[in-house]
T-cell receptor, first 114, second 115 residues
Framework: AQSVAQPEDQVNVAEGNPLTVKCTYS??????LFWYVQYPNRGLQFLLK????DNLVKGSYGFEAEFNKSQTSFHLKKPSALVSDSALYFC????????????WGAGTKLIIKP | DSGVTQTPKHLITATGQRVTLRCSPR?????VYWYQQSLDQGLQFLIQ???????AKGNILERFSAQQFPDLHSELNLSSLELGDSALYFC??????????????FGPGTRLTVL
């Protein structure tokens, strides 16, 4: 069955340090991978996506993500965290066996401490 | 601002009642998605409409229904409400028929509280 796992409910990082939010997936066929961010009391906002090509994709607000086919992972990264990055982050995947409907992870709360 | 609007922002009602949530997609988007976000269930896909027709169904209860009108706005109807229906309901839109490689644009949500 198709699934997306975000193994950490919460990630704590000091401001200025690099951050990683993990995502692994399980689908058949080629995956299309997405990251969204949700700030408090707001709707989700698209951050970046991997469709094909370069495994490292760059997105909004200085975020990037690396697609690793062998490890079925799509971790979100940022070289230097800002307090304003504190939010809830969702990974999602679509693939042929999900009829291209998005399968969502449970979300990871990112807390950046000054 | 995503360009997706949802009304109302907040809704407080009693068990057994019926409510209607409204969504207007971004200009030019033909797909509308409805999601429910609750603390214990995370983000749950409910249903998708594309250009007026139902395209896909997720974990939508039989007490819930939706439709998309000719002007592409959509309504989500929730009936016989239960305490457990209290949640944030999001609408999202996209230009494409499928989510395959197109991002979705989310509205600000409607917070439903059932007392």
């Amino acid at each position: 069955a198709q699934s997306v796992a975000q193994p950490e409910d919460q990630v704590n990082v000091a401001e200025g340090n690099p951050l990683t939010v993990k995502c692994t997936y399980s689908v058949s066929g080629n995956p299309y991978l997405f990251w969204y961010v949700q700030y408090p009391n707001r709707g989700l906002q698209f951050l970046l996506k991997y469709i094909t090509g370069d495994n490292l994709v760059k997105g909004s607000y200085g975020f990037e993500a690396e697609f690793n086919k062998s490890q079925t992972s799509f971790h979100l990264k940022k070289p230097s965290a800002l307090v304003s990055d504190s939010a809830l982050y969702f990974c999602a995947v679509s693939a042929m066996d999900s009829n291209y409907q998005l399968i969502w992870g449970a979300g990871t709360k990112l807390i950046i401490k000054p | 601002d995503s360009g997706v609007t949802q009304t109302p922002k907040h809704l407080i009602t009693a068990t057994g009642q019926r409510v209607t949530l409204r969504c207007s997609p971004r200009s030019g988007d033909l797909s509308v998605y409805w999601y429910q976000q609750s603390l214990d269930q995370g983000l749950q896909f409910l249903i998708q409409y594309y250009n007026g027709e139902e395209r896909a169904k997720g974990n939508i209860l039989e007490r819930f229904s939706a439709q998309q009108f000719p002007d592409l706005h959509s309504e989500l109807n929730l009936s016989s409400l239960e305490l457990g229906d209290s949640a944030l309901y999001f609408c999202a839109s996209s230009v494409a028929r499928t989510s395959r490689d197109q991002e979705q644009f989310f509205g600000p949500g409607t917070r439903l509280t059932v007392l």
